[in-house]
């Protein structure tokens, strides 16, 4: 098992900037850019909310009220450029476990939910549950074969499991077409290894956001974000 983590933050690249700080700690990360988005997946109820007052449409105030309703036990990181005494008292009266103002360091707020998370829940749960392997943003289950995306299963044929799995187990290493057959295919497959470069743009249409690289004249390897 591995924490999941929902950030609201409507400025893009900041949004950006923060979720792959996130993500590479080897969290669930699923970010929003407005409060209606977010307020839609309230009942998936993350392992954490990272939450902007400062919203286009539903301010981040009625936002941690109707987190707070639907699961008072899921802690929250208030950030804000505003007044931040003012937005710090009204956030933890309110309910926010832990303020931070901008601007700041997006180290600083890898460090502060790391705390929290382990304040909340304890220093003795894992990044990930045994034959579970972590590719931000993606989960891949090998006991169950499954793939899993902000907790939803990707519907995946028999070979395209076995190639992800594959290639998440040895993250950073190069294969050739050749090599990539006889361990998904087996010695005995006969044919075209073009069925290699195939299965590869299944997997990329399917999981858009696995660095799945090409290697020019070589093969493919995968890499981590």
Same mark, same amino acid.
């Given at each position: 098992?591995?924490?999941?983590?929902?950030?609201?933050?409507?400025?893009?690249?900041?949004?950006?900037?923060? $979720?792959?700080?996130?993500?590479?700690?080897?969290?669930?990360?699923?970010?929003?850019?407005?409060?209606?988005?977010? %307020?839609?997946?309230?009942? *998936?109820?993350?392992?954490?909310?990272?939450?902007?007052?400062?919203?286009?449409?539903?301010?981040?105030?009625?936002?941690?009220?109707?987190?707070?309703? !639907?699961?008072?036990?899921?802690?929250?990181?208030?950030?804000? !450029?505003?007044?931040?005494?003012?937005?710090?008292?009204?956030?933890?009266?309110?309910?926010?476990?832990?303020?931070?103002?901008?601007?700041?360091?997006?180290? #600083?707020?890898?460090?502060?939910? %790391?705390?929290?998370?382990?304040?909340?829940?304890?220093?003795?749960? @894992? !990044?990930?549950?045994?034959?579970?392997?972590?590719? @931000?943003?993606?989960?891949?289950?090998? *006991? %169950?074969?499954?793939?899993?995306?902000?907790?939803? $299963?990707?519907?995946?044929?028999? &070979?395209?499991? #076995?190639?992800? !799995?594959?290639?998440? $187990?040895?993250?950073?290493?190069?294969?050739?077409?050749?090599?990539?057959? *006889?361990?998904?295919?087996?010695?005995?497959?006969?044919?075209?290894?073009?069925?290699?470069?195939?299965?590869?743009?299944?997997?990329? /249409? &399917?999981?858009?956001?696995? %660095?799945?690289?090409?290697?020019?004249?070589?093969?493919?390897?995968?890499? /981590? @974000?």
């Amino acid at each position: 098992m591995t924490y999941r983590i929902y950030l609201v933050e409507d400025e893009k690249s900041l949004n950006q900037v923060l $979720a792959t700080y996130l993500q590479q700690e080897g969290w669930q990360v699923r970010a929003f850019l407005d409060g209606e988005s977010a %307020r839609q997946a309230l009942s *998936q109820q993350p392992d954490l909310w990272i939450l902007d007052i400062m919203l286009p449409d539903i301010d981040g105030y009625q936002l941690i009220r109707e987190i707070k309703a !639907a699961a008072p036990e899921v802690p929250v990181i208030f950030i804000s !450029a505003r007044d931040a005494d003012l937005d710090r008292v009204v956030g933890l009266e309110m309910g926010s476990d832990d303020y931070l103002p901008k601007p700041f360091l997006p180290r #600083e707020l890898v460090i502060r939910a %790391r705390n929290l998370l382990e304040r909340v829940y304890g220093k003795s749960m @894992p !990044a990930a549950s045994p034959g579970t392997v972590l590719v @931000p943003p993606y989960r891949i289950d090998s *006991q %169950r074969r499954i793939v899993e995306h902000d907790g939803q $299963a990707i519907d995946l044929t028999s &070979k395209e499991f #076995e190639l992800i !799995a594959f290639f998440a $187990a040895h993250t950073g290493q190069a294969f050739s077409r050749e090599q990539l057959l *006889q361990q998904i295919w087996g010695e005995d497959y006969f044919g075209s290894d073009r069925v290699v470069d195939d299965l590869i743009r299944r997997i990329r /249409k &399917k999981l858009p956001d696995l %660095r799945l690289e090409t290697m020019y004249g070589f093969g493919y390897r995968l890499v /981590k @974000p």
